[in-house]
Nanobody, 123 residues
Framework: VQLQASGGGLVQAGGSLRLSCAAS????????SGWFRQAPGKEREFVAG????????YYADSVKGRFTVSRDNAKNTVYLQMNSLKPEDTAVYYC?????????????????WGQGTQVTVSS
């Protein structure tokens, strides 16, 4: 499975960005998918995800109500719509996937990773 992330950039506080993650080698509907982020000097943290099959979505408390994760099965792509961005959202964002039957949201359980995409929110 290969994941290709895109859509990062520089935006002012209060603005929006949409990240995309395209998969090849396996369909996203058979995978748990997630978005993680890592800021300089900090550990990688879970942001949002979709469980395989059931399409349940999960969010970190820090992004609830502002970010929306979704999946387009026809395009085999997962999206992260980020609204009301804050400077503290600045980080490298990674998309990830795994084929586990369960959902954990823990980055160690994700087997496949895309390259990171930088999101910078200016104040």
């Amino acid at each position: 499975v290969q994941l290709q992330a895109s859509g990062g950039g520089l935006v002012q506080a209060g603005g929006s960005l949409r990240l995309s993650c395209a998969a090849s080698g396996r369909t996203f509907s058979t995978l748990n998918s997630g978005w993680f982020r890592q800021a300089p000097g900090k550990e990688r943290e879970f942001v949002a995800g979709i469980r395989r099959g059931f399409d349940f979505t999960y969010y970190a408390d820090s992004v609830k109500g502002r970010f929306t994760v979704s999946r387009d099965n026809a395009k085999n792509t997962v999206y992260l719509q980020m609204n009301s961005l804050k400077p503290e959202d600045t980080a490298v964002y990674y998309c990830a996937a795994d084929g586990n039957e369960y959902w954990s949201g823990t980055y160690l359980d994700f087997d496949y990773w895309g390259q990171g995409t930088q999101v910078t929110v200016s104040s």
